[in-house]
T-cell receptor, first 115, second 114 residues
């Protein structure tokens, strides 16, 4: 049958405001999570990661929160800038020992920053 | 340090043809993974190679195959192309040493099948 495109959730914020992007993950056994940013015409770019033994991790202007009880991740971007406009993906790592490279990606959220 | 390099950047093929895509990982990275990105299915894992061996494979038909060379460079091949194979094919590299590793992505090869 005809495929239907994913309807990306969108988030529109004013420049200078804080942004919160949410993600639900699927596997309670996942032990590592990554947020990626993808700009048009480019591959996903690493933003920040967190291991399952943590519930919060901070980077430069970004914070990731992990709630394992409800299998939920969030990415907080402080003082959002026009250059932050992109699609943001969360990914969970279901690597088992001696196997690699398999990330399960969420559907993505499109962030639009208004100047 | 140079990032992940994928060639070619764009490809146009017709149904039934085959295609080979190339990926050069970050220097020192021994793991190369391939992903397919489409508007309909999002980002989906194809396979992963480490030290010339396929360690992990996603749920794609046998028309999709890959290999890795001794210098860690990787190629993926799609035979008997179908219209639905039109996608952005992304390569990612990592050290391949642990279960919690960042994957670094290239800019991808945009494949259009006519």
């Amino acid at each position: 049958g005809e495929s239907v495109g994913l309807h990306l959730p969108t988030l529109s914020v004013q420049e200078g405001d804080n942004s919160i992007i949410n993600c639900a993950y699927s596997n309670s056994a996942s032990d590592y999570f990554i947020w990626y940013k993808q700009e048009s015409g480019k591959g996903p770019q690493f933003i920040i990661d967190i291991r399952s033994n943590m519930d919060k991790r901070q980077g430069q202007r970004v914070t990731v929160l992990l709630n394992k009880t409800v299998k939920h991740l969030s990415l907080q971007i402080a003082a959002t800038q026009p250059g932050d406009s992109a699609v943001y993906f969360c990914a969970e790592n279901q690597i088992t020992y001696n196997q690699g490279g398999k990330l399960i990606f969420g559907q993505g959220t499109e962030l639009s920053v208004k100047p | 340090k140079a990032g992940v390099t994928q060639t070619p950047r764009y490809l146009i093929k017709t149904r039934g043809q085959q295609v080979t895509l190339s990926c050069s990982p970050i220097s020192g990275h021994r793991s190369v993974s391939w992903y397919q990105q489409t508007p309909g299915q999002g980002l989906q894992f194809l396979f992963e190679y480490f030290s010339e061996t396929q360690r992990n494979k996603g749920n794609f038909p046998g028309r999709f195959s890959g290999r890795q060379f001794s210098n860690s460079r990787s190629e993926m091949n799609v035979s008997t192309l179908e219209l639905g194979d039109s996608a952005l094919y992304l390569c990612a590299s990592s050290l391949g040493q642990g279960v919690s590793e960042k994957l670094f992505f290239g800019s991808g090869t945009q494949l259009s099948v006519l």
